[in-house]
């Protein structure tokens, strides 16, 4: 069964704190795998989206990892500002759709 | 350039009316999907469509249908809608296929009452 599981459900830090999130996934066959942040009640905006062949991506002080061996990504999120807070969502595409997880639901307090 | 554009917005309708959403896709965008998210979750894929051909259903009911027009706009209806329906509906555009880019639109909230 095609799955996406995050961790932790939720995560609370300190303004400036870095944090890591977790995705693990079982999807075959592997398109690609997104990161997406999604404000309360927005939609969700892309963050990063990696290939089978990379390995990290980056965007601002968004870092993104994929090891397609043990089907896991992390996305690193460095110096966390207030605007952070949000939820994080996974997302594994195959050929036919995309294959949401539940997401990550981060606080940044100051 | 125009992102993906949902309408309406918000949206309260009463248990058993018919409701139906639309969505604008990014210009050269030929493909829309739709998601349905409850308040906590992750979204669930409800159709996509591509070329104005259904290329894919989630597992909803027959209360929901969509099409695609000729201008790659489209549309989500749902027909006797219960109270269980109250979501964020999400609209997805993307150029392919559903594992090329895709750009989300800002959800239409419909509330059931």
């Known amino acids: 069964k095609n799955q996406v599981e995050q961790s932790p459900q939720s995560l609370i830090i300190l303004e400036g704190k870095n944090c890591t999130l977790q995705c693990n996934y079982t999807v075959s066959p592997f398109s690609n795998l997104r990161w997406y942040k999604q404000d309360t009640g927005r939609g969700p905006v892309s963050l990063t989206i990696m290939t089978f062949s990379e390995n990290t991506k980056s965007n601002g002080r968004y870092t993104a990892t994929l090891d397609a061996d043990t089907k896991q990504s992390s996305l690193h999120i460095t110096a966390s500002q207030l605007s952070d807070s949000a939820s994080y969502i996974c997302v594994v595409a195959n050929t036919d759709k995309l294959i949401f997880g539940t997401g990550t639901r981060l606080q940044v307090f100051p | 350039d125009a992102g993906v554009t949902q309408s309406p917005t918000h949206l309260i309708k009463t248990r058993g009316q018919h409701v139906t959403l639309r969505c604008s896709p990014i210009s050269g965008h030929k493909s829309v999907s739709w998601y349905q998210q409850v308040l906590g979750q992750g979204p669930q894929f409800i159709f996509q469509?591509?070329?104005?051909?259904?290329?894919g259903r989630g597992n909803f009911p027959d209360r929901f249908s969509a099409r695609q027009f000729p201008n790659y706009s489209s549309e989500l209806n749902v027909n006797a809608l219960l109270l269980g329906d109250s979501a964020l509906y999400l609209c997805?555009?993307?150029?392919?296929?559903?594992?090329?880019?895709?750009?989300f639109g800002q959800g239409t909230r419909l509330t059931v009452v």
């Open positions: 997805a555009s993307s150029w392919g296929q559903p594992n090329t880019e895709a750009f």
């Open positions: 469509y591509y070329e104005k051909e259904e290329r």
